[in-house]
């Protein structure tokens, strides 16, 4: 079953425009994070920012924020004042940190393509 | 600072050939170490991880092998390659405590198999 979830494969956003990336996961572990990767068209995969679940606020780093609601178990990016360059694929990731130890290994979801229209 | 270093970035090779993809951390001392490859178009796929030299653990029953001779160094091997092996690989390292350090990806190595 997957554990991590993306409902959209492509999206669209007109410049300066907020968008929210959907991401659902699934575990029974009561401690686990939450990740958003960017990959632009080069391949590299750029780290953009962390959720834990044991934290009280939403994560924010400059104009990426993540809306975490845990009872409904998603983390939505959001992105402000989209530019240009925002144009890539995004990529949501959960690490469970079973009791039995923690290898660190990201699940990664299937991946939203994300377009900046000028 | 720590750096990630992949190669080669591109490679086209024939079937039944073999492979060697190696990748290098610098920087940081007993990192975690992960071999992803991504279909076009499609999430990563996690093949291998490692938490100490000779430590290797599978994810995916596969042709491929992985190794980590040294603490920093992580290599990603085939007898034979098939067809299906052609896509883009990753390699990453994560830091301690792990719980709460991302992934850091190498530049990628982006393979085709004729």
């Known amino acids: 079953a997957q554990k991590i979830t993306q409902t959209q494969p492509g999206m669209f956003v007109q410049e300066k425009e907020a968008v929210t990336l959907d991401c659902t996961y699934d575990?029974?572990?009561?401690?686990?994070?939450l990740f958003w990767y960017k990959q632009p068209s080069s391949g590299e995969m750029i780290f953009l920012i962390y959720?834990?679940?044991?934290?009280?606020q939403n994560a924010t780093e400059g104009r990426y924020s993540l809306n975490f609601q845990k009872a409904r178990k998603s983390a939505n990016l959001v992105i402000s004042a989209s530019q240009l360059g925002d144009s890539a694929m995004y990529f949501c990731?959960?690490?469970?940190?079973?009791?039995?130890?923690?290898?660190?290994?990201?699940?990664f979801g299937q991946g939203t393509t994300l377009q900046v229209k000028p | 600072s720590q750096t990630i270093h992949q190669w080669p970035a591109t490679l086209v090779q024939p079937v039944g050939s073999p492979l060697s993809l190696e990748c290098t951390v610098e920087?940081?001392?007993?990192?975690?170490l992960y071999w992803y490859r991504q279909a076009a178009g499609r999430g990563l796929q996690l093949l291998f991880y490692?938490?100490?030299?000779?430590?290797i653990s599978s994810e995916v029953p596969q042709n491929l092998s992985a190794s980590r001779p040294q603490d920093r160094q992580f290599i990603l091997s085939s007898k034979k390659l098939l067809l299906s092996d052609s896509g883009f690989y990753l390699c990453?390292?994560?830091?301690?405590?792990?719980?709460?350090?991302?992934?850091?990806f190498g530049n990628g190595t982006r393979l085709t198999v004729t």
């Open positions: 990453a390292w994560s830091g301690r405590p792990v719980y709460n350090s991302p992934l850091h």
């Open positions: 575990t029974s572990d009561p401690s686990y994070g």
């Open positions: 959720q834990g679940s044991y934290d009280q």
């Open positions: 990731a959960m690490r469970e940190q079973p009791y039995s130890g923690n290898t660190g290994k990201l699940i």
């Open positions: 920087g940081t001392s007993n990192p975690n």
């Open positions: 490692s938490v100490g030299i000779g430590q």
